[in-house]
């Protein structure tokens, strides 16, 4: 188990929840926005609309890049977009980065940008806030707010007690950087955090997106990996909620390379189906999972699971199946 493949992946999973638990996000990191934001109106995230502004641009790694579009309590109709990046790794050009993807966003679409930052790197003294020049009177230049997850160092007791999932989110994410190199410690606190996602009291669908944000991010040596499901069913068992094994019983974290039996298709295709439903609602994925079950390449299969994580609209899957079904 090695650090590079093993404990540096958080980008998919801060997107995950980040899509997932929006309002939750602003409430918990940037609560002054959250109160200015009319959340009746819903809100909308412009994936396609930020790959087009930024994939000609050579600014480096984008860590967990968001476009959410917000609607204020000012009584107009005014909406602004919401530019939202999640920098899990110390970066000069990072302020300079923020800087280009505002003035982009406002050419491409001439609405008011607001730029937000979540520092989720472990130094505690980078602390980026502002990019700017200037030359005989002329200035130009970007200040955004920033969070720094490091600074919870501090408020530990406070993400112990919180319901925002966010504060579970951070919790994870600081444990995770602990106990890098000490994998029975980190088995410990993966198996603390399962314990506390059933404790609130959380839907199905919660503990389930929790739960895989959690697996994501604090990876085990396969040993303490089986002795953690142990675990979980045990847990269950006493609260006769099967939740979080349910995930392990449809593939997400067994089987995929196993033998090509039909129960472990069958898995996949279940996993499939949830992971439509958490994400797009349980309508969207009722209307394409009979398209899904009548598929039997297991690599297809593999393939749409995948694809679940990085497409923004249902569309897409639908056109990803029936496109594979053509060439069939």
Known sequence: MTEENTYDDYDSPWKDILESYFQEFMVF????AADDIDW???HEFWDKELQQVVRDANLGRRYADKLVKVWLKNGHETYILVHVEIQGQVDAEFPERMFV????FYDRFRKQIVSLAVLADESRNWRPDRFGYGLWGSETGIR???VKVTDYLNRLEMLETS??????????????QR?????LMRFESKLRFVRSLYAKGWTREKI???FLFIDWIMRLPDNLEDSLWVEIHKIEEEGKMPYISSVERIGYNRGWNAGETEGITQGRIEAIELGLSLKFGDDAALSLMPLIRSLHDPDRLIMIKDAIRAVGSIKEIRQLVLGKQGQA
């Open 29 to 32: 990191f940037f609560p002054v």
């Open 40 to 42: 009746q109106m819903g």
């Open 101 to 104: 993807y505002n003035y982009r």
């Open 144 to 146: 955004f707010p920033v």
């Open 163 to 176: 319901d925002n999932p966010f504060a579970l989110a951070t919790l994870a994410h600081l444990e995770t």
């Open 179 to 183: 106990t890098r190199q000490n994998a």
């Open 208 to 210: 389930i997106g929790l």
